[in-house]
């Protein structure tokens, strides 16, 4: 069967959100990636996906409802997380021109172009304080503008089966026409919350960075849920270097995992000195599998390019959990303005 509701998606990334869009039952007609080795990730695994590879700007100028094949309005929903730099202000309020330049343009053109019934916006929770705050009163003005009512809310991706500590603030818009007929509700947490050791089990073999011999021998002496101020200090000054005296609890620092916890963030880089996530077990970074296993990607999604391309992709991609949940409330939310509710 068809998936009825159709999407677009921008800054598709390596598919974490497509996937959760997918499961959700979205048709997707378009996913529009720069990175070239994301784009061979998802034509990869999904062949009958439309993936675009090119600049969003070479498209967003373009008459997207003949490069669509679509009428204004008729789309169901419009997805992505633009990367949002600070925009210029100058006292100016001038909408969307405040924008000009930066990523998150295309995605607001996309929006005035083709008018959705509804938009998914993911992004980072410090969105919310960027620049004073300022980021993203201009993200909702150009919005609202666009003739759309906004909900906002950060999700944590632990609540939501995913076994890792992920807070993502997530916006969605109805259509000011729509507002009457489609109501949406962000998902609510599950039960269980899950835990390194329910995924941490049978993990396919994957490329993974290695830390030093010294870093090695430093962390053996870390213990599982550790990190720097759990071995003799002598040793933890001399790895700390200048690091021993920043201020704060810099409990990044040589930190190693438990399985009777989620994983920290995903990142893109696998071993940062401020920011370490070890191996619960063995005193190494997580593999691109295991990573991938915490944004919930299936063992089967074949990411493409070397080594630190595939950190990249998995640390910057939607967890598919999370994704899952937030388009199921969108897909019931549509529902409900077919039955006319």
């Keep these: 069967m068809t998936n009825k509701f159709r999407a677009i998606e921008l800054f598709a990334g390596a598919g974490g959100l497509a996937l959760g869009l997918e499961k959700a039952e979205f048709s997707s007609i378009g996913l529009i990636e720069f990175d070239k080795n994301a784009t061979d990730t998802l034509k990869r695994n999904r062949p009958g996906w439309n993936v675009i590879h090119e600049d969003i700007a070479k498209i967003s100028c373009l008459d997207l409802e003949k490069f669509f094949a679509l009428s204004k309005g008729d789309l169901d929903l419009l997805s992505g997380g633009a990367p949002c730099q600070a925009f210029s202000y100058a006292g100016k309020r001038l909408g969307l021109d405040d924008a000009r330049g930066t990523l998150f343009y295309h995605y607001a053109v996309f929006l005035e172009k083709l008018q959705p019934k509804m938009f998914l916006f993911e992004n980072v929770r410090g969105l919310l304080s960027h620049d004073k705050g300022r980021t993203y009163s201009t993200i909702y003005e150009i919005f609202t503008d666009a003739g759309y009512t906004i909900q906002k809310e950060v999700l944590n991706a632990w ?133 991938a296993r915490c944004q919930g990607f299936p063992d089967d999604w074949f990411f493409c390019g070397s080594v630190g391309q595939q950190y990249k992709q998995v640390g910057n991609a939607v967890p598919v959990s999370l994704a899952y949940d937030i388009a199921l409330e969108i897909k019931n939310a549509l529902e409900g303005l077919e039955c006319g509710n």
């Excluded at 101020?229 to 700390?240: K, L």
Aim: glycine share 6%.
């Design 159 to 291: 609540d939501y089966g995913v076994p890792q500590k992920r807070e993502r603030l997530i916006t969605v818009g109805i259509r000011n026409d729509l507002i009457d007929k489609i109501h949406y509700n962000f998902p609510k947490p599950h039960k269980y919350k899950p835990l390194l050791k329910d995924i941490l089990y049978n993990v396919p073999e994957s490329p993974g960075a290695m830390y030093s011999d010294y870093k090695k021998q430093i962390f053996e002496l870390v213990p599982p849920g550790g990190y720097w101020r759990d071995i003799p200090e002598n040793i933890a000054r001399e790895y700390m270097k200048s690091c021993w005296n920043m201020g704060g609890g810099r409990t990044g620092i040589l930190r190693r995992l438990s399985m009777e916890e989620p994983c920290l963030t995903v990142l893109t880089s696998p071993s940062q000195k401020q920011t370490d996530r070890c191996h619960p077990i063995e005193p190494r970074p997580f593999t691109v599998r295991e990573n």
